[in-house]
């Protein structure tokens, strides 16, 4: 069997093999309830027109699966080392919740941005096989065609069912935690929102014809009740957990 172009993550437990596989990472889960807790505020659920119909206070983690996926992480891999090779640090992101900022800390890059964000979604095991895909992604979305991130669980939970047809509490449902590198990140408001396929122009701020070099390397929301980052090349973000919760009410 030929080598690894990139090395495995140093805790993979099944570092030599070419499948995908996902591991229990029941280690990680009391970190990662924690991480939740931290970003989670019962008093905005059910706020705004993407969290319609969601009147649960609470979730319980009821699983936490590490993905393996060594094809997907080599191009994680190369992107990120492109970004490395530019030689200068990106703006920081910063006022990432403190629990989910040092989360594996030494094992990533601050001078590319380069964090763990939720991703809810219907179709994790899709993702962990697949990598995360722009063809699927929606263009009607507020900053267009891109992958959607954020560092609260809350809003990350408004996507893993239909929000025109909620399934009911206690439904085990899907949130995936990913590594992303934001790199260079243009800060965009509602107000100033475009149907993007691909970054803005780091010198015009909007849909123009320069080259990728010239481009930011993500979106991040500014001014909204919680904050969304989008990146436009799936190779740009690696699946690496997917929580299985439950919404439920405190009692």
């Known amino acids: 069997m030929a080598a690894f172009l990139t090395s495995p ?13 996902l591991e229990d990472a029941t280690a990680t889960k009391a970190t990662l309830i924690g991480i939740v807790k931290s970003t989670w505020d019962p008093t ?16 319980e983690i009821t699983e ?3 993905v393996e996926n060594a ?7 190369n992107k990120k080392l492109e970004f490395e090779k530019r030689g200068r640090p990106c703006p920081s992101i910063g006022k ?24 809810g979604t219907k179709d994790a095991l899709s993702i962990a096989k697949t ?11 507020l900053y267009g065609k891109g992958i959607y991130f954020t560092d609260s669980f809350e809003k990350a939970d408004m996507y893993s069912d239909d929000k025109h ?28 929102a475009k149907k993007l396929t691909r970054p803005p122009c780091l010198q015009h701020a909007g849909i123009c014809t320069c080259g990728p070099l010239q481009r930011y390397d993500s979106v991040e929301s ?30």
């Open 9 to 21: 993550l140093s805790y993979w437990a099944h570092k030599n093999s070419r499948d995908v596989i």
């Open 44 to 59: 905005v659920v059910g706020a705004g027109q993407d969290a319609a119909h969601l009147k649960h206070s609470a979730v």
């Open 165 to 192: 047809n909620r399934t009911p509490l206690g439904t085990e449902l899907t949130v995936i935690m990913a590594r992303v590198l934001l790199g260079r990140a243009s800060k965009c408001s509602k107000e100033d």
């Open 131 to 141: 990598g995360f895909q722009t063809r699927f992604a929606d263009p009607g979305n």
């Open 71 to 77: 094809s997907v992480f080599h191009s994680y891999s």
């Open 222 to 251: 500014i001014h909204l009740l919680f904050r969304e980052f989008v990146v436009y090349n799936g190779n740009q973000c690696y699946p690496e957990y997917i929580i299985t919760y439950k919404r439920t009410r405190e009692q």
């Open 96 to 119: 990432i919740s403190q629990d989910l900022a040092n989360f594996k800390k030494g094992e990533r890059n601050p001078a590319v941005n380069e964090y763990y964000l939720f991703h």
């Open 64 to 66: 936490v699966k590490r």
